[in-house]
């Protein structure tokens, strides 16, 4: 007889969406938009690619190490909530006091930041089970994907604001920080209080040193016994290189697009600006994609999802690169944002189902440990990529009197040829990605063999 499915209160699912709606306004407000021009302020605009390439890399460094550490001692607490509670307010506190004293002050803080940030999601994800159910996973998860992003009307809108309160001066970007660290807490705290877990039956000790050697170990064990988790390890392995290439898109789609625009005649200012309408294009499209996604992923299954999801990475960064290597205009980056934000929403669903497919359910702080380790490494090497290839076709050529538009030509052909290399990263993944599947697993019967 089948058991019947849980019941989860309405509230608690809308809490745990808000939570979502948090992580992008940090994302967004932080990460893909403001921090980066803060870099470019600091160093200028030739140098802006490689040293903000290089602060998120170390960054990722971080949290690469810890993630499976974090994961295990998920696993052995009686609950996952407090640890989602530290993350968030030590991302908070960091990313508040951004952009106050020296520039590396700043680099250090946003790799703090990043950090708390970074495990606050590897968290929030391993409560999916205490949220979702089976029949309606996809649902849930592609909704918090869509409405999650509408934090991003949220983060560029504060930032138009005060653009508006401070015209004709430079942008206060330490109280646009502070405001993005108040947002974040704000949209975080109902899912601190409304979503209940079940809790785990069997706690264990967390910070005995037993705990750290444990973790590392069962790492060691989990990536060698491919077998015994079907479609795991080759999953994971196809992950490092589709997330190194989207994560990275959008961590310098900002730089990418303000160099586009002065390439074309346009002022920083204006770029900058143009910067903010092109990712609004993307988000607005990935509210749309998430909604629509979380449905094909509940009537198609997450693997032909994400096929379909990453045929279309291919096409955009084709299009993408061409914008900036043959001088196209502008228009072209709100065409290639549209369909980014449309494939951003599904890559998430899928991904983020496919994963809970994989994963033995009573390990899944663990596998999501693995999970978010993979992801963390491919935010490592993409970064470095795309700071390698600016640093030696641009940096290394600039030559002594460019004018501003020059310089600009120069550096959004050396972000085209950047993202060259992050299509070959999308090609890459849908070779390896061909013979997983997202057959149920009999758990029962893996644990025998």
């Keep these: 007889m089948t058991e019947p499915e849980r019941v989860i209160p309405r509230r608690a699912v809308a809490a745990w969406i808000l939570y979502d709606l948090a992580n992008v306004i940090f994302s967004m407000g932080v990460i893909s938009l403001y921090f980066s021009l803060f870099v470019r302020e600091k160093v200028g605009p030739d140098r802006a690619d490689h040293v903000y390439g290089i602060i998120t890399s170390v960054a990722m460094a971080a949290m690469f190490v810890l993630s499976p550490l974090l994961g295990a001692m998920t696993d052995r607490a009686r609950r996952r909530m407090p640890f989602l ?97 108040c947002a974040f807490l704000l949209f975080a705290l109902p899912c601190f209080v409304l979503v209940k877990e079940r809790g785990n039956p069997n706690p264990r000790p967390i910070f005995r040193w037993s705990a750290v050697t444990e973790s590392v170990g069962q790492t060691i064990v989990t990536l060698k016994s491919g077998t015994q988790y079907p479609g795991l390890l080759r999953f994971l392995l196809g992950r490092v290189f589709y997330t190194d290439a989207i994560n990275t898109v959008i961590s310098f789609m900002t730089l990418y697009t303000v160099n586009v625009a002065v390439s074309t005649g346009l002022t920083k200012a204006q770029g900058e600006l143009q910067a903010q309408f092109v990712l609004m294009s993307a988000i607005t499209c990935a509210i749309v994609g998430g909604v629509f996604w979380g449905f094909v992923v509940d009537r198609i299954g997450p693997k032909r999802t994400l096929n379909i999801v990453l045929s279309i990475w291919c096409f955009d960064f084709t299009l993408a690169s061409l914008v900036g290597l043959l001088s196209l205009p502008i228009a072209g980056l709100y065409m290639t944002a549209c369909i980014a934000g449309l494939a951003l929403g599904g890559t998430w669903a899928a991904d983020r189902t496919l994963m809970l497919r994989l994963s033995p359910p009573d390990r899944v702080g663990e596998f999501y440990g693995l999970y978010g380790m993979v992801g963390r490494f491919s935010a490592i090497s993409g970064p470095l990529i795309w700071a390698s290839i600016t640093y030696l076709l641009v940096e290394r050529n600039r030559r002594p009197g460019l004018s501003e538009e020059q310089l600009a030509t120069l550096t959004a052909k050396g972000e085209g040829v950047a993202v060259v290399a992050l299509l070959v990263m999308v090609l890459i993944s849908v070779v390896i990605l061909r013979k997983v599947t997202d057959e149920k697993r009999d758990w029962a019967a893996l644990k025998t063999m």
């Design 85 to 181: 509670i530290w993350a968030t307010i030590i991302a908070c506190g960091a990313t508040a006091l951004l952009a106050h004293g020296p520039f590396r002050l700043s680099a250090l803080l946003f790799v703090i930041a990043n950090g708390g940030y970074q495990a606050g999601v590897q968290f929030y994800d391993s409560l999916i089970p205490e949220v979702t159910t089976d029949s309606n996973r996809g649902r849930i998860t592609g909704l918090a994907v869509g409405l999650g992003y509408m934090g991003s009307y949220i983060a560029v809108g504060m930032g138009l604001w005060l653009k508006s309160q401070h015209a004709g001066e430079a942008f206060p970007f330490a109280t646009y920080f502070l405001m993005i660290a």
